[in-house]
């Protein structure tokens, strides 16, 4: 490997477990506003900003992710593969899962920009694909990366999966258990 080839692959593997932190701190944080069980924090107008301000960072190092594996010659992924998931010679549901992740977070960014053009609930309806976002981003670095060798990458991409579960899981059930409350007996 030369030194512009290890460049290319650091900064591509670098900026994808940076997008997956991100999106997993976004997620969190849009949770946390959105839910009772937390609710020291969802009228925390810091933890607003830095909500949307994760949601802007995803941005750029998703980017960079992409650029620079279109730079990686071991990578050879083209800019169709960009648009259309499982077109990859190698790794096709891995490499396909990053593409769809990445489109379905440009459709939430879209979403929100345009929150004031929605009804609120098809803004929460496309919000919601965040949640299949980050799982789709997380069985991609999962499966098409070699870094979960390293004990340090595998436990950031473990505990960002466990986070993120635990959270949406407890967020499920108190909506759950507040609709049973609410319920009236026939």
Known sequence: MTFNTD?????ARSTGVGSLVALT????TGI???????AWLSHNRGVRVVHGFLTVLWIPLGLAHV???LFDRYAQIGLLDLLV???VSYGRFAIGLGTIAAQLIV???ISTWMRSSLTLGQWQAFHRLSYVAFVAAFA???LSGT???NPVVAALAWVTAAAVALVALRRITRVRLAQKSTARPA
């Open 7 to 11: 460049l290319i692959w650091i900064i």
């Open 25 to 28: 701190l976004s997620v969190l």
């Open 32 to 38: 946390a506003l959105r839910t009772g069980s937390f």
């Open 67 to 69: 650029i620079a594996l």
């Open 85 to 87: 998931p499982f077109g």
């Open 107 to 109: 459709v939430v960014l």
């Open 140 to 142: 991609h670095g999962i």
């Open 147 to 149: 870094d979960l060798a």
